[in-house]
Structure formats: C-alpha cells, structure tokens
C-alpha cells in the first residue's frame, strides 16, 4: 500500500499532493481529513501565533486539501469527503476557543461545499465526535505555544478509538451527512 504523507500546516503543497495521490492511485474515490490540533488555554493569555497556528492547520489546511481534490471529483461527477471536525464545532468550550473557531468555520465551509457540488455527485460527511480516547489533549497547544505534555481526563475517558473508527466508517458507508 502507498503512503501519502502531508503537513495540514502547508497549504501551499495541497495541489501537489492531490496531483500525486490521483497519479499513484489512478483516481480519487474518498478523502478523509482527521488531522488537527487542539488547544487547552484561556483567551486572555493566548498568545495571537496560537490562533493563527490553529486556523492554519486546522481550517486552511483542510481546506487546500480539499479544494485541491474537489476539480477531480467534479471531473469524475464522484467522490466523497469525510471531514472529522468534534462537537465543539457545534458549540464552544471553556480552554478551547481558538480549536471551537476552527471547528466551527468547517461546518460552515463543508455545509457550502455539500450545496454547491451536490449536483456534481460530491458527496460530504461530518464527522462530530465527543471526546476520544487519543493523543491530542496530550499534544494540545497552551497559551505560549508550547504542548500540554499530559491529557485530560475527559479525554482518557472518552471513546476508544478503534469504536470511533467503526461509527465513522458506518457514517461514511451509509453516507450520512
């Protein structure tokens, strides 16, 4: 099997990578987007290149990936995205301001995206989880910058993520939106 690895931060290199996924595979069927940072900090202390390091990765690079797929699955009147995005896209959180806006403009742009290329066959999915048993609390970002270094008990205690795979891949299969 091949590996495709990408950085979320590096919007510049999104057409690149889809160009070469389509070449290595021959097409594009299915994208699914499950990378991001979290944050653990108030909005008072945090530091505005932790904001921007959010969006960058968590909004902008989603996006470059995204529209830099989207001309292929147009052209093939097919493709699916799955963006995995969390519940506090839905609403916002205390220490989490700057992932909830992330998350929050994702919904935005995917619940565009599922209007305006339905007809092209383009289909979306999102992804809403609550919390899941992962690393990300662990690598979240602080107020300076810095990771967290050490999770989270909601966290730890959140769904195991091979059962969050299983409902994603159920979500994904019966194309829901």
């Not at 510049?12 to 944050?39: C, H, P, T, Y």
């Not at 699916?80 to 205390?94: I, R, Y």
């Amino acid at each position: 099997m091949a590996v495709l690895p990408l950085a979320l931060g590096d919007h510049r290199a999104m057409e690149g990578i889809a160009r070469q996924a389509v070449s290595i595979f021959g097409k594009a069927d299915l994208l699914i987007i499950n990378g991001g940072i979290s944050q653990r900090s108030l909005i008072i202390d945090t530091h505005m290149e932790v904001y921007q390091q959010l969006i960058q990765v968590n909004y902008i690079g989603t996006v470059a990936l995204t529209k830099a797929l989207l001309p292929y699955f147009v052209l093939r009147k097919s493709g699916h995205f799955v963006t995995v995005t969390s519940l506090m896209g839905k609403f916002g959180t205390p220490w989490r301001s700057g992932y909830c806006a992330a998350k929050h403009a994702l919904h935005g742009f995917f619940d565009v995206l599922r209007m305006e290329h339905e007809k092209d066959g383009v289909c979306v999915t999102m992804v809403c989880p609550g919390f899941v048993n992962t690393g990300a609390a662990k690598n979240a970002l602080t107020a300076d910058g810095s990771t967290k270094g050490s999770n989270d008990r909601k966290t730890a205690n959140g769904m195991e993520h091979d059962r969050f795979a299983r409902k994603m891949i159920a979500a994904i299969e019966k194309r829901e939106i």
